[in-house]
């Protein structure tokens, strides 16, 4: 469908399919390459893939550690592409003090509510608070299956609507 193609899904990177790491750990090199992705993570990502809409891996890098944007910036670049199949088009990597809705737009899937807040009300867009059970203004979903259920529904109800 036309519509569903031109559908965007923004992937939050940190504590969504990297593991979030010690606070200290931020302000060193290297920190964007120690570890594997969260258990189910490429799964998920290929899921995401196979709606045919077009997915952007949307991440910041740390606000404590502003010096270490590039090379942090490149960490997760050289992840991404690594463990996630990211081409280079798809990764949109944000200085720390960028807001997320000024860069990008469609649906946002973010373990953050601040993030999930922002991206709703300065956008109108959707977004998903993944790894999240209580009831918010927003979508919220406890697991990449509960995430992955709210995103073919979007996409059902947008195919509807195209009938």
């Not at 969260?38 to 952007?56: D, P």
């Not at 601040?114 to 959707?126: A, K, P, R, S």
């Amino acid at each position: 469908n036309i519509m569903v193609k031109k559908l965007k899904i923004n992937i939050d990177v940190d504590g969504v399919l990297y593991p979030m790491q010690k606070f200290e750990d931020y302000r060193k090199i290297g920190v964007f390459t120690k570890d594997f992705a969260i258990n189910g993570a490429l799964s998920f990502v290929k899921a995401l893939r196979g709606t045919g809409a077009e997915i952007k891996f949307l991440t910041k890098t740390f606000s404590e550690a502003p010096h270490l944007h590039e090379i942090h910036a490149a960490e997760k670049e050289l992840w991404l592409t690594k463990y996630m199949g990211a081409k280079e088009d798809e990764i949109i990597i944000l200085n720390a003090t960028d807001k997320k809705q000024e860069s990008s737009c469609g649906i946002l899937i973010d373990d953050y509510g601040y993030n999930c807040e922002q991206w709703e009300t300065e956008t109108g867009n959707i977004s998903i608070q993944i790894f999240e059970d209580r009831v918010k203004n927003w979508l919220t979903a406890s697991s990449y299956d509960a995430c992955l259920r709210i995103v073919e529904n979007i996409i059902n109800k947008i195919e509807a609507l195209n009938k």
